[in-house]
């Protein structure tokens, strides 16, 4: 359950979705860049502060209305929701773990839009194993000398702002992993935009080289032997909400779907009173009432306290590999006119490959997943 307030802030995302993302997403998925006044009108109704506690000029919500505002978002452009809950993420964590003075200087752009920011991990030997990461951070008088680079990251082509990870001890060692808040205007970066026939545009994908990049101790966020402890617990929650997301992605294609068919005729009758059509559709609801049932799992252990690391892993491998799997039953569904650029199909198929990638891949989560037993009752 989410309370009146946050009620009342998903109605205005859900307007912002219709009315502004909708009209947008099928030039951006052709390669148009995002109009900066998106994001800051995004901005204008919360979205990039929704779980940024009160003090510091959020909304104060909890982590379920941010899994639903993504996706609201998501339903209509995965990498558009993807951009905002990143920035949001990073704003959240500046205000929790950034020293207050530091905090204050930062948060206005972030919460208002006018700054977007990412979270750097992945570099170009280091994505599944991230604790094999290159990135180095040596100490200096008054702060730490950064040198390396990250690929593949949210945000990265347009970020002012960065969480690197970087390793401050021997390359391999996972306690030795610090999260440092990095400026990316700063002369000593490069920042660059990665792109694929799958348009990265709405997610913002690119990267950026650190040259002996010298930040200040105060902007050492997580110290080594808490940082990617921290990260894999924050990864935990992103994988439920792009599980939801995914979700929002196959409930949007059904209902376009099944709306067709009952006007397209074919043989005499509509689409959807022919036996062999619909039952497609009624496996691809049945499956996804699972999928969202695995989320709100997940949602409802997050609320009881308890530890998520599994449930949110198979939620997140259940929604993408169904959305994998039936978003394009659904597009075949549609005949050719799925194929319109006024239709999402094409646009979420490529955004599934996305998000089997983002915050954990499919076969590292299958991997931990199979000494998983999620037996409910006692046999
Ligand atoms: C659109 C997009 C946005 C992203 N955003 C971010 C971001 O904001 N921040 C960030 O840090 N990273 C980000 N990433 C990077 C993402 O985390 C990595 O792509 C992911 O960790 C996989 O790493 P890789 O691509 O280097 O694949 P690799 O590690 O090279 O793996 C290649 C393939 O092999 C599989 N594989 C690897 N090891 C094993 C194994 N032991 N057993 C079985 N299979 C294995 C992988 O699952 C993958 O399918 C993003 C990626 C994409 C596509």
């Known amino acids: 359950?989410?309370?009146?307030?946050?009620?009342?802030?998903?109605?205005?995302?859900r307007a912002f979705a219709r009315d502004v993302v909708a009209r947008e997403a099928p030039a951006w998925a052709q390669g148009k860049r995002v109009d900066p006044a998106i994001f800051?009108?995004?901005?204008?109704?919360?979205?990039?502060?929704?779980?940024?506690?009160?003090?510091?000029?959020?909304?104060?919500?909890?982590?379920?209305?941010k899994v639903n505002a993504c996706a609201i978002l998501a339903a209509v452009d995965f990498g558009f929701a993807m951009a905002l809950v990143n920035t949001h993420n990073v704003a959240k964590r500046v205000a929790i773990s950034a020293p207050a003075q530091l905090a204050r200087m930062?948060?206005?752009?972030?919460?208002?839009?006018?700054?977007?920011?990412?979270?750097?991990l992945t570099e170009p030997g280091a994505g599944s194993d991230a604790g094999a990461m290159q990135c180095r951070a040596e100490k200096a008088p008054g702060g730490w000398v950064i040198e390396g680079e990250k690929t593949w990251i949210v945000n990265a082509r347009h970020a002012r702002h960065t969480i690197v990870y970087a390793q401050c001890a021997e390359p391999g060692q996972a306690s030795g992993i610090a999260a440092f808040l990095v400026d990316l205007t700063d002369p000593a970066c490069t920042q660059h935009a990665v792109d694929?026939?799958?348009?990265?545009?709405?997610?913002?994908?690119?990267?950026?080289?650190?040259?002996?990049c010298f930040v200040p101790d105060e902007r050492l966020l997580l110290p080594?032997?808490?940082?990617?402890?921290?990260i894999l617990e924050e990864i935990n929650g992103a994988r439920i909400y792009v599980a939801a997301?995914?979700?929002?992605?196959?409930?949007?294609?059904?209902?376009?779907?099944?709306?067709?068919g009952d006007t397209r005729q074919t043989f005499g009758k509509p689409l959807s009173h022919h036996a062999n059509w619909r039952e497609?559709?009624?496996?691809?609801?049945?499956?996804?009432?699972a999928a969202w049932s695995l989320v709100e799992a997940a949602l409802t252990a997050i609320d009881a306290g308890e530890n998520v690391q599994h449930?949110?892993?198979?939620a997140k491998v259940n929604a993408v590999t169904l959305a994998q799997r039936e978003l394009p039953m659904l597009l075949h569904a549609m005949g050719a006119e799925g194929l319109r650029e006024i239709y999402l199909f094409a646009r979420h198929i490529g955004s599934a490959q996305l998000a089997a990638l983002t915050d954990g891949s499919t076969a590292m989560l299958l991997g931990r997943l199979g000494c998983w037993d999620p037996t409910p009752i006692q046999l």
């Open 1 to 13: 359950m989410v309370d009146e307030a946050a009620e009342r802030f998903l109605a205005e995302v």
């Open 40 to 65: 800051t009108s995004a901005a204008g109704i919360g979205l990039t502060r929704i779980e940024v506690p009160v003090a510091f000029g959020g909304l104060g919500f909890g982590f379920r209305t």
């Open 106 to 120: 930062l948060l206005p752009d972030l919460l208002t839009g006018r700054a977007s920011a990412c979270t750097a």
């Open 196 to 212: 694929s026939a799958i348009s990265q545009v709405s997610i913002g994908t690119g990267g950026f080289r650190l040259n002996r």
């Open 224 to 230: 080594a032997g808490t940082a990617f402890k921290a």
């Open 245 to 260: 997301m995914n979700c929002a992605m196959v409930s949007a294609a059904l209902r376009i779907a099944q709306s067709y």
């Open 280 to 289: 497609k559709l009624a496996e691809c609801a049945t499956a996804l009432a």
């Open 311 to 314: 449930l949110a892993a198979a």
